[in-house]
């Protein structure tokens, strides 16, 4: 792996700690053969064999396919293993000169991504040293922001030194391997501290490949995802299922904090972002409230406290994105955090409201109480831009976001003739979170006997609904506007963002009858699904990464729109454009986005090129697809578990759920597609559980 030139390699807290990864085999690269995940994502393996091979020290040639070499490399609590197994399939003994090399530069993420940096800190000298047989070398940064970072090689074997520079170090050993026999060397690779040299506590250099794989499933069961089981009659489904709960739990880390967040997506965004993980925690309700737990603790921690128009940090403001590197912690970039995001903070009281529904966690509901009190002062206060009661944005920071919903793109608010809008800007579904986030905050107050609160915050609910109508419905072609510009005026595009509004159930229901033939119709349904804008609207482009892509957590959060107002068939026409996805997908995998072309025959997606996979709210997306379907809800004040006209498409006729729990109860369930409907039957339960099932 030679990476300085591309954005491949290992990241340590935004800083890539290794560019250069390679092992070649007397003078050759092996020839791959095939690679697989395993368990949570963390271990890859590749199997591979050798081309044609001089003989070393004598005339002749190791005749290709002689060798099987495996590589296991393994991340496991912020460190790096890999065994390199090499079986000799030949009838007489061989001897491979094994080289090793290895470089970082400790290039920052954002250096990586392509932001200029008039200048950078410095490599210091590499280091080495022996011990027990085996050699340490140390590569090491100091940077702009005095912290020297630190790449500790660890190679479990003997080596010798071709090369040791403060960027690039190249070593070799020599290793016999009788006929018929295995040879295997392990390295161990940490970052910024040395390595114990324990896997899961026990001696690395002692474990072998079984051994090692036996310890990395027991592991595995630790994900908290997994106390959930949903197995349906579609192996293709099945696969979807536990590839998304894989993709979670290999992108939820453990803060300092100690609460588990997760990270948005790899590569580009693996950090943490408040949008990101507020909506993935919100899909896994109610299969998992453990997440919306961690995620809400983190953000309520990391609420504004002052303003920096540097940070676009307010009080009571949730952020939007952390990062840890050089170029943050130096403030060249403004991500320590950074706040420039108008919707998080709506978006954790909706998150809120939905986790106390679901758990009833009332002393977690005190505790958070006064953090969301100030997030909802924000949303009362600074978030209103122009004085009009509308929730709006205008960055302030010099190298911020100039958009800060979650179609984040400079160019993704445009009018209908392409202009670009002008600040501060007022978002369609921004109104909308604002308006569910006071509606839940007022059903919260009511719940802790504060009803003086509650009945303020629904009617400031409802007079925003009625702003709303009458300036974002666009009563002419009935659609709603993405958006107010800085003068007030609508940018009068069809966009998917009005599907966020069916989600905020901010329209009426006629109003929504309309957004839902809209989003359905064929300019803006792809096949596959939503497109982020109709493809006859000016700025439409299907390769674009807003303008006409396909998102699908958007599309998730549509169908879920489309489930509390009723719209099934709507429902039903949009999940079977996500089982396509997963059809045609190689890997059973929904990506971060594809492009918006229209869906011919069995052609799959265009792939957008650059999309994150695995991808938090990606990955999460099937599980709020899953909850829309089924219909399924709770209330504060009730102990039902109602199915409101649960679907299954003719791709699922059963769907069995185990381990489903919530409050003081846990219940296993049976949905049995059948001519007359979807029947759900109780198999098993504990706790005071009674399960509704609601047909229109």
Same mark, same amino acid.
Request: glycine content about 8%; proline content about 5%.
């Given at each position: 792996?030679?990476?300085?030139?591309?954005?491949?390699?290992?990241?340590?807290?935004?800083?890539?700690?290794?560019?250069?990864?390679?092992?070649?085999?007397?003078?050759?690269?092996?020839?791959?053969?095939? *690679?697989?995940?395993?368990?949570?994502?963390?271990?890859? %393996?590749?199997?591979?064999?050798?081309?044609?091979?001089?003989?070393?020290?004598?005339?002749?040639?190791?005749?290709?396919?002689?060798?099987?070499?495996?590589?296991?490399?393994?991340?496991?609590?912020?460190?790096?293993?890999?065994?390199?197994?090499?079986?000799?399939?030949?009838?007489?003994?061989?001897?491979?000169?094994?080289?090793?090399?290895?470089?970082?530069?400790?290039?920052?993420?954002?250096?990586?991504?392509?932001?200029?940096?008039?200048?950078?800190?410095?490599?210091?000298?590499?280091?080495?040293?022996?011990?027990?047989?085996?050699?340490?070398?140390?590569?090491?940064?100091? +940077?702009?922001?005095?912290?020297?970072?630190?790449?500790?090689?660890?190679?479990?074997?003997?080596?010798?030194?071709?090369?040791?520079?403060?960027?690039?170090?190249?070593?070799?050993?020599?290793?016999?391997?009788?006929?018929?026999?295995?040879?295997?060397?392990?390295?161990?690779?940490?970052?910024?501290?040395?390595?114990?040299?324990?896997?899961?506590?026990?001696?690395?250099?002692?474990?072998?490949?079984?051994?090692?794989?036996?310890?990395?499933?027991?592991?595995?069961?630790?994900?908290?995802?997994?106390?959930?089981?949903?197995?349906?009659?579609?192996?293709?489904?099945?696969?979807?299922?536990?590839?998304?709960?894989?993709?979670?739990?290999?992108? &939820?880390?453990?803060?300092?904090? +100690?609460?588990?967040?997760?990270?948005?997506?790899?590569?580009?965004?693996?950090?943490?972002?408040?949008?990101?993980?507020?909506?993935?925690?919100?899909?896994?309700?109610?299969?998992?409230?453990?997440?919306?737990?961690?995620?809400?603790?983190?953000?309520?921690?990391?609420?504004?406290?002052?303003?920096?128009?540097?940070?676009?940090?307010?009080?009571?403001?949730?952020?939007?994105?952390?990062?840890?590197?050089?170029?943050?912690?130096?403030?060249?970039?403004?991500?320590?955090?950074?706040?420039?995001?108008?919707?998080?903070?709506?978006?954790? &009281?909706?998150?809120?409201?939905?986790?106390?529904?679901?758990?009833?966690?009332? +002393?977690?509901?005190?505790?958070?109480?006064?953090?969301?009190?100030?997030?909802?002062?924000?949303?009362?206060?600074?978030?209103?831009?122009?004085?009009?009661?509308? %929730?709006?944005?205008?960055?302030?920071?010099?190298?911020?976001?100039?958009?800060?919903?979650? *179609?984040?793109?400079?160019?993704?608010?445009?009018?209908?003739?392409?202009?670009?809008?002008?600040?501060?800007?007022?978002?369609?579904?921004?109104?909308?979170?604002?308006?569910?986030?006071?509606?839940?905050?007022?059903?919260?107050?009511?719940?802790?006997?504060?009803?003086?609160?509650?009945?303020?915050?629904?009617?400031?609910?409802?007079?925003?609904?009625?702003?709303?109508?009458?300036?974002?419905?666009?009563?002419?072609?009935?659609?709603?506007?993405?958006?107010?510009?800085?003068?007030?005026?609508?940018?009068?595009?069809?966009?998917?963002?009005?599907?966020?509004?069916?989600?905020?159930?901010?329209?009426?229901?006629?109003?929504?009858?309309?957004?839902?033939?809209?989003?359905?119709?064929?300019?803006?349904?792809?096949?596959?699904?939503?497109?982020?804008?109709?493809?006859?609207?000016?700025?439409?482009?299907?390769?674009?990464?807003?303008?006409?892509?396909?998102?699908?957590?958007?599309?998730?959060?549509?169908?879920?729109?489309?489930?509390?107002?009723?719209?099934?068939?709507?429902?039903?026409?949009?999940?079977?454009?996500?089982?396509?996805?997963?059809?045609?997908?190689?890997?059973?995998?929904?990506?971060?986005?594809?492009?918006?072309?229209?869906?011919?025959?069995?052609?799959?997606?265009?792939?957008?090129?650059?999309?994150?996979?695995?991808?938090?709210?990606?990955?999460?997306?099937?599980?709020?697809?899953?909850?829309?379907?089924?219909?399924?809800?709770?209330?504060?004040?009730?102990?039902?578990? %109602?199915?409101?006209?649960?679907?299954?498409?003719? *791709?699922?006729?059963?769907?069995?759920?185990?381990?489903?729990?919530?409050?003081?109860?846990?219940?296993?369930?049976?949905?049995?597609?059948?001519?007359?409907?979807?029947?759900?039957?109780?198999?098993?339960?504990?706790?005071?559980?009674?399960?509704?099932?609601?047909?229109?």
């Amino acid at each position: 792996m030679y990476s300085h030139a591309s954005e491949l390699g290992i990241y340590f807290n935004d800083t890539r700690f290794i560019g250069v990864w390679e092992m070649t085999f007397n003078g050759a690269a092996p020839v791959s053969l095939a *690679k697989e995940l395993r368990f949570s994502g963390n271990t890859a %393996v590749f199997s591979m064999t050798n081309p044609d091979l001089p003989r070393l020290g004598e005339s002749g040639r190791i005749r290709r396919d002689t060798f099987l070499i495996r590589r296991i490399l393994t991340l496991q609590q912020d460190t790096f293993y890999e065994t390199v197994e090499v079986k000799n399939f030949d009838d007489r003994e061989h001897t491979l000169q094994v080289e090793q090399w290895v470089g970082s530069r400790f290039d920052d993420v954002f250096e990586v991504r392509g932001f200029p940096r008039p200048r950078r800190g410095k490599m210091l000298a590499a280091e080495e040293s022996s011990k027990d047989g085996g050699l340490t070398t140390i590569l090491q940064y100091e +940077g702009l922001d005095a912290q020297i970072r630190r790449t500790f090689i660890h190679r479990l074997f003997p080596a010798e030194k071709i090369r040791v520079s403060p960027s690039l170090t190249g070593h070799f050993t020599r290793i016999s391997i009788p006929s018929k026999s295995t040879v295997a060397l392990k390295t161990i690779v940490s970052f910024d501290k040395p390595s114990e040299g324990k896997l899961m506590g026990r001696p690395y250099a002692q474990i072998s490949v079984p051994e090692k794989m036996e310890i990395l499933a027991r592991d595995y069961l630790v994900n908290p995802l997994l106390g959930l089981s949903i197995i349906t009659d579609n192996a293709l489904v099945n696969k979807s299922i536990e590839n998304a709960r894989r993709d979670i739990f290999t992108l &939820l880390t453990r803060e300092e904090s +100690g609460v588990l967040y997760p990270y948005a997506g790899i590569p580009w965004f693996s950090a943490p972002f408040g949008r990101d993980g507020l909506i993935t925690a919100f899909q896994l309700l109610p299969w998992n409230s453990s997440l919306a737990q961690g995620v809400l603790q983190y953000v309520f921690e990391t609420l504004g406290t002052k303003f920096d128009a540097f940070t676009d940090e307010q009080p009571g403001k949730a952020f939007h994105e952390m990062r840890r590197g050089e170029m943050s912690r130096t403030r060249e970039v403004p991500f320590i955090p950074y706040y420039g995001s108008v919707d998080s903070t709506p978006l954790a &009281l909706i998150l809120l409201h939905e986790y106390i529904r679901w758990t009833m966690d009332l +002393g977690q509901l005190r505790k958070w109480w006064p953090f969301a009190l100030r997030a909802l002062d924000w949303i009362d206060t600074s978030a209103d831009t122009n004085g009009d009661g509308f %929730v709006g944005y205008a960055m302030q920071s010099t190298s911020g976001l100039v958009n800060q919903g979650w *179609k984040d793109s400079g160019d993704s608010v445009m009018h209908r003739d392409g202009r670009l809008a002008e600040v501060p800007i007022r978002l369609c579904e921004a109104q909308g979170y604002a308006f569910r986030a006071r509606m839940g905050m007022s059903a919260l107050a009511r719940l802790l006997g504060d009803d003086v609160l509650a009945s303020r915050l629904r009617l400031d609910a409802l007079k925003l609904r009625a702003r709303f109508q009458e300036q974002f419905w666009n009563a002419e072609e009935r659609f709603v506007h993405l958006a107010l510009d800085g003068k007030s005026r609508p940018c009068a595009v069809r966009t998917s963002n009005m599907g966020h509004c069916l989600w905020a159930q901010i329209l009426t229901g006629e109003q929504a009858r309309d957004v839902a033939e809209h989003l359905l119709s064929d300019a803006m349904f792809s096949g596959f699904g939503i497109r982020t804008l109709a493809d006859t609207e000016t700025a439409y482009n299907p390769l674009s990464y807003h303008n006409g892509s396909v998102w699908p957590h958007d599309n998730s959060i549509i169908m879920e729109g489309l489930r509390l107002y009723g719209f099934q068939k709507e429902l039903e026409k949009l999940a079977l454009g996500t089982y396509a996805v997963l059809e045609s997908s190689d890997d059973f995998r929904l990506p971060e986005l594809f492009c918006g072309f229209r869906r011919r025959g069995s052609e799959p997606p265009v792939p957008y090129q650059v999309a994150c996979k695995p991808q938090a709210w990606a990955a999460g997306s099937i599980f709020l697809m899953l909850k829309s379907m089924l219909g399924v809800s709770m209330e504060t004040d009730q102990n039902y578990l %109602v199915f409101n006209s649960p679907l299954l498409t003719d *791709k699922i006729s059963t769907m069995e759920i185990k381990g489903l729990q919530c409050r003081d109860w846990e219940a296993d369930l049976i949905l049995r597609r059948g001519r007359s409907g979807t029947t759900v039957e109780v198999t098993r339960k504990t706790g005071p559980l009674r399960v509704l099932t609601v047909k229109r």
